[in-house]
């Protein structure tokens, strides 16, 4: 009975420590109805003329959809970085990220969402394709669409709305974009026709400024075997958890700092190994990450738990 007691008090405390802010942070800006009006795409899935498709090493988990990056910024300006942390981006950037299922020769394009930075703060909103594919509508107070994953397994998927986007996107008192980080787009890419770093193409475009490429870490793919278990596991946990557990972000209350480059010492890892696997495998209130997920991502759960079992072993 008391340990009844002692989990359910852990329960609720772990709620509210991961509820310790507001989670709406309003626009300074009107967003377009429809996702054409910003000259994002040619056709579906394909980039407008100065529009520049971007790849990232680790990726967020959001129900094994499929993810294609995009980049604007305003013609002659450019992005500086800032070690290994996010770069600049100019006033005006746009960052689009379009959500989608690829299933035998078919194609279902389900959301864009959009991070547009006016007047220094990033401001963000959501899109729901049309049926014919071929533009999206605005959404402001999101949307469930049923996916058809496999062979009789369909699951429902949940386009966030505008208010839910602090829950991921918080960084104090503002959003910010999590994934184009400097080493998180520190990799080898295929661009017309050539095997070349990220970075140095973006400078080559002269859409990045000139910037010591040696000098910027890399953050490591979490599912390429060939690295460690340590490495791939902090990786996972960077991308997946780290835009809340930080010391801006909606967790910034636990005593759990995860992301890749914080010291092992100061992550809390290792006295709540047992709780990160409980939210990794609890959907609902308590799951880890707060919301983009309807089901557990199996891989990257078993990640986890072979990463901490090491832990264990040493």
Not at 280 to 289: A, F, K
């Amino acid at each position: 009975m008391k340990q009844g007691k002692y989990i359910a008090v852990v329960v609720v405390l772990m709620m509210m420590a991961c509820n310790n802010a507001s989670q709406v942070i309003s626009n300074n800006i009107t967003f377009k109805d429809k996702l054409s009006e910003y000259g994002l795409f040619k056709t579906a899935l394909v980039p407008a003329a100065g529009v520049t498709t971007i790849e990232i090493a680790s990726t967020l988990f959001t129900d094994y959809a499929e993810k294609q990056r995009l980049l604007k910024i305003p013609a002659g300006t450019k992005i500086i970085l800032q070690g290994d942390s996010l770069p600049v981006f100019p006033d005006g950037t746009i960052i689009a990220k379009t959500f989608y299922y690829t299933k035998d020769s078919s194609r279902q394009i389900i959301e864009t969402r959009l991070l547009l930075l006016q007047h220094n703060k990033w401001n963000a909103a959501t899109y729901r394709w049309n049926e014919d594919q071929q533009d999206a509508r605005l959404l402001n107070e999101g949307a469930t669409v049923p996916v058809t994953l496999g062979k009789n397994r369909t699951i429902a998927y949940r386009i966030p709305a505008q208010a839910d986007c602090a829950s991921c996107h918080r960084s104090g008192h503002d959003l910010s974009p999590i994934g184009p980080k400097a080493a998180n787009l520190n990799i080898i890419v295929n661009r017309e026709g050539i095997r070349q770093n990220q970075l140095s193409y973006l400078m080559h475009k002269d859409i990045l400024a000139p910037a010591d490429v040696r000098s910027i870490s890399v953050l490591p793919d979490y599912n390429d075997t060939s690295v460690s278990i340590t490495a791939r596991a902090r990786a996972y946990l960077e991308i997946n958890c780290a835009h809340c557990h930080s010391s801006t972000g909606m967790a910034a209350n636990t005593s759990l700092m995860l992301g890749y480059f914080t010291p092992y010492n100061q992550t809390g890892i290792e006295f709540n190994k047992q709780n990160m696997i409980i939210r990794m495998t609890t959907m609902g209130e308590l799951h880890m990450p707060k919301i983009g997920t309807t089901i557990v991502h199996q891989e990257g759960l078993q990640l986890v738990k072979q990463y901490i079992r090491s832990l264990q072993a040493n």
